[in-house]
């Protein structure tokens, strides 16, 4: 079984506080992990990743944090601003698929951020 | 700009009919996605080429559709006599693999309506 789950669809947060999006995967193989931010009407835009043999990577005001035992990780956005709102996709490569590198996707979370 | 590129962005077409979507990759990636994303989930995978080859389809890619790289620089997809099941969002990705890791740059999709 290979998925990358997102299980909450949504969460909103104040302005100027941390905003953290969860992700799990079932499969231990997954080595790399991807975030996309999504616009409405605009394809997904590339944020942050991460390797298996890290467990956070930081890029501003995104740190993705991993944890390999618990099969999770999380972006986090510190701080938050009202132009984070959008849907955040976690991703991961099918593990098997290094030929392919075909992605597979959570459902995503709608964060919306208030000023 | 350099990024990815697609057209139509929005196209609505009667049931039935035939539409075939361009993509436009990042000049240097030899690597090439379609994906396919629906309300309320994320992109699903449905086929990849590299350079001009096709290495992979999904088995979501029924044989109403098919796609094409021929100079291993823009891609199409067509699909053939379409159904209402057919409407989505359907998204193009391109990327250059270094090493291990492998980062896909999302173009804005082409939204399709089968009235």
Redesign the interface.
Known sequence: DQQVKQNSPSLSVQEGRISILNCDYTNSMFDYFLWYKKYPAEGPTFLISISSIKDKNEDGRFTVFLNKSAKHLSLHIVPSQPGDSAVYFCAAPVPGSSNTGKLIFGQGTTLQVKP | DTG?S?NPRHKITKRGQNVTFRCDPISEHN?L?W?RQTL??????LT?FQNEAQ??KSRLLSDRFSAERPKGSFSTLEIQRTEQGDSAMY?C?S?L?QG??????????T?LLVL
């Open positions: 990815v697609q690597r996605y994906y309320g989930q994320g992109p699903e995978f990849y290495l992979e998204l990705a990327s693999r291990m890791s492998e980062t896909q740059y999302f173009g804005p999709g939204r």
